[in-house]
């Protein structure tokens, strides 16, 4: 090689650094976080847009300026949603059912993957999927209580019970957990398939000894016409409710999350905290019934912390973008699913599939990447 041969090689060698060197690393590094926090916002003002919705919706229950205010709010929505259809030339986005089902399933983009992405760290991923079931079973239960109690059985009330139904199994499923010598697995593969068949037969009797106006099949799949003013508001309390324990126990989960070993060295209430996040995972999973269906809602406790998982460069970024592919993935979802008269859930979980394979092909890389912050 020539003398200028070997300067030209180093002189683009050095042009090459400059490129890619630690200010240009550093500016494409802040761009990424910029966009993240840009997406967080406009996640966080949708939340609360729908709370309001939700809120106004409630508003309108009450008599006197209490009831105006409700009716004002609502017909403002009601608005937007015509806009919405002047613009896709549809006509249900103004319908205060689709509102309802938009303000739950945002909602349920915001809780699912929060709490799914502690899940996934821990290899917990079939608990979703087995309190789904028990969670029906609750649902079942619901319709005979409601019954026996002459009742209206609506949507709401079943959820009620189905929220207790699962919040008990849970517990109980973690301490089936700790206090047998099967694989971990075992005792939540027995609680699946146990709940479902209790499921079943509660079904079977309690229709034709007590009949409802709602068909409780439509849980699951998951359908925009089960989602009623009132599951939306226990929805929306579920939310705040998930938010909040999150941000108040982020410490403690993590530690229990990454290294529970240690956890106990420290003398943290490991057991507190476990059962505090299965319990949370039950709020979770009848909270996105309604929308997503008792057969698919693990799948966004899951997919969008798994998509997150491959681009994400600590446990915080995962957080964050676990909740923007959450919430893509239900407004996808529900958008498509309405214009082609299609399965909310089957809809949503496609569109999360599609980040997740999007995420592993512009990765390149295997996911558990992260550092603990």
């Known amino acids: 090689m020539s003398q200028d041969t070997a300067d030209q090689t180093d002189e683009s060698a050095d042009t090459l650094t400059d490129d890619v060197g630690p200010d240009s690393l550093l500016s494409s590094g802040r761009f990424r976080a910029t966009l993240e926090l840009l997406g967080l916002g406009v996640t966080g003002a949708l939340a609360v847009a729908m709370l309001a919705l939700v809120a106004f919706d409630w508003l309108q229950t009450f008599p006197g300026s209490l009831g105006a205010v409700g009716e004002t709010g609502f017909e403002a929505y009601e608005?937007?949603?015509?806009?919405?259809?002047?613009?896709l030339g549809t006509n249900v986005f103004w319908v205060s059912t689709t509102l309802r089902a938009v303000a739950t399933g945002a909602l349920v983009g915001v809780m699912a993957p929060l709490v799914g992405a502690f899940?996934?760290?821990r290899q917990m991923a079939l608990i979703g999927e087995t309190l789904a079931h028990t969670a029906f079973a609750g649902v079942a239960v619901g319709v005979v209580v409601a019954g026996a109690l002459g009742l209206s059985g609506s949507a709401g009330q079943l959820l009620l019970v189905a929220l207790v139904v699962s919040a008990v199994a849970a517990l109980g499923l973690q301490w089936l957990t700790a206090h047998t010598d099967a694989y971990g697995d075992v005792p939540i593969a027995i609680t699946l398939a146990g709940s479902f068949a209790v499921?079943?037969?509660?079904?079977?009797?309690?229709?034709?000894?007590?009949?409802?106006?709602?068909d409780i099949r439509s849980f699951l799949f998951g359908d925009s016409a089960i989602v009623t003013a009132g599951g939306a508001r226990l929805v929306a309390a579920l939310t705040v409710v998930v938010v909040a324990l999150v941000v108040f126990n982020y410490k403690q989960f993590l530690f229990i999350t990454f290294d529970e070993q240690a956890a106990r060295v420290a003398r943290l209430n490991v057991r507190w905290y476990n059962g505090l996040l299965v319990v949370m995972t039950a709020v979770v999973v009848v909270g996105s019934m309604q929308i997503l269906g008792v057969?698919?809602?693990?799948?966004?406790?899951?997919?969008?912390?798994?998509?997150?998982s491959q681009l994400a460069g600590s446990f915080r970024e995962l957080l964050v973008l676990s909740v923007l592919f959450g919430q893509a993935s239900v407004l996808a979802g529900l958008v498509f699913a309405l214009l082609a008269d299609l399965p909310n859930g089957g809809a949503i979980i496609v569109a999360a599939v599609c980040i997740y394979l999007a995420a592993v092909a512009v990765s390149g890389r295997s996911a558990g990447q992260l550092s603990v912050h």
Not at 295 to 308: D, N, T
Request: charged share 10%; aromatic share 4%.
């Open 79 to 87: 608005s937007a949603g015509r806009a919405v259809d002047d613009l």
């Open 119 to 121: 899940l996934v760290h």
């Open 199 to 214: 499921a079943t037969l509660v079904i079977s009797w309690g229709e034709s000894a007590f009949p409802v106006a709602i």
């Open 295 to 308: 057969i698919l809602v693990a799948g966004m406790l899951v997919i969008p912390s798994a998509a997150a």
